[in-house]
């Protein structure tokens, strides 16, 4: 059975740091790309990190770059999203995602709120 769980969401400050990471089963993990996405209330999901499958090739969106930084560990079957210089404009619903051609797989998210 496929799964992805989220885990290191939280509450922190602005300008502080937060992990998160994807822990993932049930498929060839080392074969999928990998991102991250986040959603807010009242807005739409949108990108904010990928990266290929063996972590030679990442992207970032506008909002995140310079910020964030995503990394994979195939051996652990595990994709991390380090977050630093937090901004409330971040607070959010984390997703993880996997994609192979027309598979794609998503985790059921973790929440992250930066607020003071």
């Known amino acids: 059975q496929v799964q992805l769980v989220e885990s290191g969401g939280g509450l922190v400050q602005p300008g502080g740091s937060l992990r998160l990471s994807c822990a993932t089963s049930?498929?060839?993990?080392?074969?999928?790309?990998m991102s991250w996405y986040r959603q807010a209330p009242g807005k739409e999901r949108e990108l904010v990190a990928g990266i290929n499958n063996l972590g030679g090739s990442t992207n970032y969106g506008d909002s995140v770059k310079g910020r964030f930084t995503i990394s994979r560990d195939n051996a652990k079957k595990t994709v991390y999203l380090q977050m630093n210089s937090l901004k409330t404009e971040d607070t959010a619903v984390y997703y993880c995602?996997?994609?192979?051609?027309?598979?794609?797989?998503w985790g059921q998210g973790t929440q992250v709120t930066v607020s003071s």
């Open positions: 049930g498929f060839t993990f080392s074969s999928y790309a």
């Open positions: 995602r996997a994609v192979q051609g027309g598979r794609r797989y």
